[in-house]
């Protein structure tokens, strides 16, 4: 089962390639465009893509910013480009939603306004209103928690709505993950996973240097029924040399009859030949005591 994709806005293009994505983000720190709005899942590398373009010298708003601190930083880094990074409670904030129309605006230079006296201004010898050429980056992992309050700027920028495949985020994830078992078993499963992740690799590594059942904890991740994970543990144990061993065990542990033991199987068989890569620098795969 894919998940639905969130509702896209009229002007957003669907981006589903990771090259597609580096371009625009080029383009952007080519000085290309004004403002770039990049909508995705968690867990698709938005912001490493980013940094590794970007690099350091951009204005970074992210985790806990609030619309005053937004402000100062926007005065500090005047004219720079501006990342502003899943800042979700800025959008329900009227005074960050004021400072984020006034910033991306479709002129080069922009004035932003700080609507109320505040010491603290006086104090850091910032001006209630300055103008800026900062070029702005939403980067966002809900379309509807952005547009609810910001819907203004949709029509200001391009809007980017990251869509890729679970066979394209698994192929980028090969380019740094180093656990050769882990991100096979990952690949053999990709038509299980209605929202790809770079995460299902380290949740599972993870589980598996801490000694658990990671495959079956991946395949309950990827709600797969209980059936289903009972056939991939008997197809996993090497004590059952056939099939038929395997569908005889699975009567007898109560998963049901011979013909749904196979219907079960076929859940777990690839739609298509899962890739085959060899990463670039493999872990060794040391075994881990399973913990009871």
């Known amino acids: 089962m894919i998940a639905k994709p969130p509702k896209r806005p009229k002007s957003g293009v669907v981006v589903r390639a990771y090259a597609e994505l580096d371009q625009y983000i080029w383009q952007f720190a080519a000085d290309k465009f004004g403002l770039l709005v990049l ?18 010298e951009v204005c ?75 070029r702005v980056l939403i980067i966002a992992n809900n379309w509807r928690i952005l547009n609810a309050n910001v819907s203004a700027i949709e029509d200001r920028g391009h809007v ?16 740094w993950f180093a656990d ?16 790809p992740s770079m995460r299902h690799c380290v949740m599972g590594l993870e589980l598996k240097e801490a000694g658990f059942d990671w495959k079956s904890r991946l395949l309950e991740r990827w709600q797969v029924d209980s059936k289903t994970i009972l056939v991939a543990k008997l197809k996993a144990d090497p004590s059952y040399p056939t099939e038929e061993d395997r569908a ?45």
């Not at 980017?160 to 380019?175: G, N, Q």
């Not at 620098?281 to 009871?292: I, L």
Request: hydrophobic fraction near 40%; include cysteine.
């Open 180 to 195: 050769q078992q882990v991100f096979d078993f990952v690949a053999e499963h990709l038509h299980l996973i209605a929202e």
């Open 60 to 134: 970074w708003i992210e985790s806990n910013a609030t619309a005053f601190g937004m402000y100062c930083r926007l005065f500090e880094c005047r004219d720079e480009p501006v990342v502003i990074d899943d800042v979700d409670s800025l959008y329900s904030d009227r005074a960050a939603v004021r400072l984020l129309k006034c910033l991306c605006q479709t002129e080069e230079r922009k004035t932003v306004a700080w609507q109320s006296y505040a010491k603290a201004l006086e104090r850091e010898d910032i001006p209630r209103r300055f103008a800026t050429r900062s």
């Open 160 to 175: 980017l709505l990251f869509e890729p495949s679970a066979l394209e985020v698994h192929l980028r994830t090969a380019e």
């Open 39 to 56: 909508v995705g899942r968690p867990g698709l590398q938005k912001t490493r893509n980013v940094r590794a373009v970007l690099g350091s």
């Open 248 to 292: 005889r065990a699975f009567v007898q542990a109560g998963g049901g009859c011979r013909a749904t033991y196979f219907n079960h199987a076929r859940k777990l068989r690839p739609i298509v030949d899962p890739p085959r890569i060899v990463l670039k620098n493999p872990m060794p795969d040391v075994s881990v005591p399973r913990n009871t």
